[in-house]
């Protein structure tokens, strides 16, 4: 879906598919794991939004921003 996101412009091209099909997961373990340790203090749905929208931002076509 990734390479299908590319040839729609709405990813760059210079990405890599598979880093990015990897980068995903990771940064959602990443910030599960912050929640857990953090007791569970913060919202775990806006941290995760938030999150998102960072790695849309940077993954985003010049043309999709």
């Not at 879906?1 to 990771?26: F, N, V």
Request: charge should be negative; proline fraction near 3%; hydrophobic fraction near 50%.
């Amino acid at each position: 879906q990734m390479e299908e996101a590319q040839c729609g412009k709405c990813i760059r091209q210079d990405a890599d598919p598979a880093l990015l099909a990897l980068m995903l997961p990771g940064m959602m373990e990443a910030l599960t794991t912050r929640w857990l340790l953090c007791d569970c203090s913060f919202s775990l749905v806006a941290a995760g939004e938030t999150a998102w929208q960072g790695f849309l931002a940077l993954i985003a076509a010049r043309s999709a921003i």
